[in-house]
C-alpha cells in the first residue's frame, strides 16, 4: 500500500503520480490495442514501485482522431478499452491497491461525433448551436488567420448553416462555448458523476485555453479563465478532497500561483513546460531542433521552486504522452542509458512538488528511432509531415525531426518482458514496439536492485519517509557550473543535497566541501561511491543529514 493516508488535506503533495496512456500499456484480448483489464493485471506491478494515482489519459467514448483526446461521450468507456463495468472495477481494485485513478477531463472541445455537435450544426437555432464557437463568413473566406495547433485553419466551415466553427486543434475536435452557462452547467454534472464514481483527481487537457477569444487572436490565458476556474472548482472539486492538475503551456510563475493557490480555490496544480521548452528557439516550432540551454534549465527550475514556496505547488515532470523520452532528449540512451535516466530520476525527485511518472520511464524506456513515415500513428505527426514536404523539407530533415520529438516516442507499447511485442499483446499492436524491448523491459528490472526501476521505488519511498521532500525549502548551487546541477533543501533541521552531473564526461564536484562524514547517502547511480572531489558521467547523488 502506498502509505499515504488520502484523507488528509492535500494528501498529494506527498504522492507520485504515474502517468498511464491507454493504448500502449496493456492488452488483455489480443485485439493490439490496451484496455482497462489489461490495466488491471498490473495493479501489482504499481503497487510494488509504490505509486499512489494513476493518470490516465482518456478512455472515454472517443472517434480516436486524436487517440481519445476527442470525446463523443464524457459518460461512457470507449469500447476499445471497455466498458463502465471494467472502469468501475478498475477504481476499486486500484483503491485497494493504495491507488487513486485520476482521469483526464477534456473540456475544452469535444469531438465533432458529440450528440452536442450534431445537433449544434443542424441549424443556428438549435438549443446546442451555442455550445460550440461560431462566426459567419463565406465558404473560403476565413473569419481570421488563426491556425490549428495540428496545422491548417482554426476555422471550419459548414455549408448547411454557413458558418465557421472554431477548433485550435484537430478539425474533428470543435471548441467548446465556456461563455455558455448552460455549457459549463453540463461539464460540472458530468464531473460530480465520475466523481461520485469514486474517481479521486482529474488532470484538465489544455485547461488554459478554454476561455478563447477568437475575435482577440486570445487562446491561452483568456479573461475570464481564472473566472471559470474558480466557478468549475466551487462546482465540482471543491466537494472532495482531490487531486487536480491541469495542463497550462501558458503559465508562468505568477498564474501559476493562481492556479495553484493554497486556499484550493482553483487546482492543486499545474503542469507547466517553461523548462520543456527550452530546447525550442524562440518564434520556431518544435522540430526546429535546438540544443538545451543548460543554464538557463537551472534557472527556470530555481525560480519555479523559488516562486511557488509556500504560494502555491509544483508538478514536475520530465515526460508525458507528448513529449519524447527524456533519456533520449537529454540524456545518452546508448552507452549511459542507465546512468542519465537514474540521473533524471534523481534530479527530479528531490524537488518540491508533485512527481509524474510516465509509463516506461521507469525502465528508461527509448525513443523509437527505426520509425519510417510509415510507421507513425499521430495526428501530429503526419499533419507536419506533409505540411513541411510541401513547404520544401527534405524527408531526411523531416525524419531526423520526427526521430526526435515526435509524440509517437512516447506512444510505442509498454515493454513488459522479451518474448514478441515485449508481452504488450498477442495480437499485431496499433503502433510497433521499440526494437530494443529484449534489452529494456520489465522483467530484467524489477528484481535487479541496480536497475532504473529500483532507483524509481527508491525515490517514492524517500518522498514518504523524509519532510525535507514535501516541505524544504531551496536553494540553487553552483548556479554557472556548466555541467553541474546541484541544490540543496532544507527543513526543520533536515537537509537534503543533490548533485547531479548532467553530462558524460567526468568533471569537477563543484560542491565537495558541503558533503561529510554526516551526511548519509540515499540515493546515487554508481554502486561503489567514488571520491567526492569527482564525478563520473552523469553521476547523481542524494544526501541527508539532520
Ligand atoms: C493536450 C494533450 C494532447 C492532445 C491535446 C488536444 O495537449 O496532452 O495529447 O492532443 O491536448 O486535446
Ligand atoms: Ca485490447
Known amino acids: 500500500m502506498s502509505g499515504i493516508d488520502k484523507s488528509k488535506e492535500k494528501w498529494w503533495k506527498r504522492a507520485v503520480i504515474y502517468q498511464i496512456y491507454p493504448r500502449s500499456f496493456c492488452d488483455s484480448n489480443g485485439d493490439g490495442i490496451g484496455d482497462l483489464k489489461g490495466i488491471l493485471s498490473k495493479l501489482d506491478y504499481l503497487e510494488n514501485l509504490g505509486i499512489d494515482a494513476i493518470w490516465l489519459s482518456p478512455v472515454c467514448k472517443s472517434p480516436q482522431d486524436d487517440n481519445g483526446y476527442d470525446i463523443s461521450d464524457y459518460q461512457d468507456i470507449d469500447p476499445m478499452f471497455g466498458n463502465l463495468d471494467d472502469m468501475e472495477r478498475l477504481i476499486a481494485e486500484a483503491k485497494k491497491h493504495g491507488i487513486s485513478i485520476v482521469m483526464d477531463l477534456v473540456l475544452n472541445h469535444s469531438s465533432d461525433e458529440h450528440p452536442w455537435f450534431l445537433e449544434a450544426k443542424k441549424s443556428k437555432d438549435n438549443p446546442y448551436h451555442d455550445y460550440y464557437v461560431w462566426r459567419d463568413g463565406k465558404e473560403g473566406i476565413y473569419p481570421n488567420d488563426m491556425r490549428a495547433c495540428f496545422g491548417g485553419s482554426a476555422w471550419e466551415w459548414v455549408p448547411e448553416i454557413g458558418q465557421y466553427y472554431f477548433h485550435q486543434f484537430s478539425v474533428k475536435q470543435p471548441d467548446l462555448n465556456w461563455d455558455n452557462p448552460k455549457v459549463r452547467r453540463e ?18 487537457d489544455v485547461i488554459d485555453q478554454i476561455a478563447k477569444e477568437p475575435d482577440n487572436h486570445i487562446t491561452g490565458n483568456g479573461p475570464r479563465l481564472h473566472e471559470f476556474l474558480r466557478e468549475l472548482s466551487k462546482e465540482t472539486f471543491q466537494r472532495a478532497n482531490l487531486v487536480t492538475v491541469g495542463e497550462a503551456w501558458g503559465a508562468d510563475t505568477e498564474r501559476a500561483k493562481l ?22 528557439l524562440p518564434g520556431q516550432e518544435k522540430w526546429d531542433l535546438a540544443p538545451l540551454p543548460f543554464l538557463k534549465l537551472k534557472e527556470v527550475f530555481a525560480r519555479w521552486q523559488k516562486e511557488l514556496y509556500g504560494k502555491g505547488w509544483n508538478s514536475l515532470f520530465w515526460n508525458n504522452h507528448d513529449l519524447p523520452r527524456i533519456v533520449s532528449r537529454w540524456g545518452n540512451d546508448q552507452k549511459y542509458r542507465v546512468e542519465s535516466a537514474k540521473m533524471f530520476a534523481i534530479l527530479l525527485h528531490g524537488l518540491q512538488g508533485t512527481p509524474y511518472i510516465y509509463q516506461g520511464e521507469e525502465l528508461g524506456m527509448t525513443n523509437v528511432t527505426s520509425f519510417e513515415i510509415e510507421d507513425y500513428r499521430d495526428i501530429e505527426t503526419l499533419n507536419m509531415y506533409r505540411e513541411r514536404l510541401e513547404k520544401g523539407y527534405s524527408k531526411e530533415d523531416i525524419m531526423t525531426s520526427l526521430h526526435k520529438k515526435s509524440r509517437d516516442n512516447a506512444r510505442t507499447p509498454m515493454q513488459w518482458d522479451a518474448s514478441d511485442n515485449a508481452g504488450f499483446t498477442t495480437g499485431t499492436p496499433w503502433i510497433q514496439v521499440n526494437p530494443n524491448y529484449k534489452e529494456i523491459n520489465v522483467v530484467n528490472q524489477v528484481n535487479d536492485e541496480d536497475s532504473i526501476f529500483a532507483c524509481y521505488k527508491k525515490l517514492i519511498a524517500l518522498r514518504k519517509e523524509y519532510d525535507v521532500f514535501v516541505d524544504g525549502d531551496f536553494e540553487l548551487l553552483a548556479p554557472e557550473n556548466e555541467k553541474v546541477f546541484t541544490y540543496v533543501r532544507t527543513y526543520n533541521g533536515e537537509q537534503l543535497l543533490v548533485i547531479c552531473n548532467f553530462y558524460g564526461d567526468t568533471t569537477e564536484n563543484p560542491v565537495a566541501e558541503k558533503v561529510d562524514s554526516t551526511m548519509k547517502l540515499l540515493c546515487s547511480n554508481y554502486s561503489e561511491c567514488s571520491d567526492s572531489q569527482i564525478l563520473r558521467p552523469y553521476e547523481a547523488r542524494m544526501y541527508f543529514k539532520k
Not at 187 to 204: A, Q, S, T
Not at 259 to 280: K, N, R, T, W
Open 187 to 204: 461539464i460540472y454534472d458530468m464531473i460530480n458523476w465520475w466523481i461520485d464514481k469514486g474517481v479521486e483527481g482529474f488532470r484538465l
Open 259 to 280: 492556479y495553484s493557490d493554497p486556499a484550493g480555490s482553483e487546482l492543486s496544480m499545474v503542469f507547466q513546460f517553461e523548462h520543456i521548452c527550452l530546447d525550442q
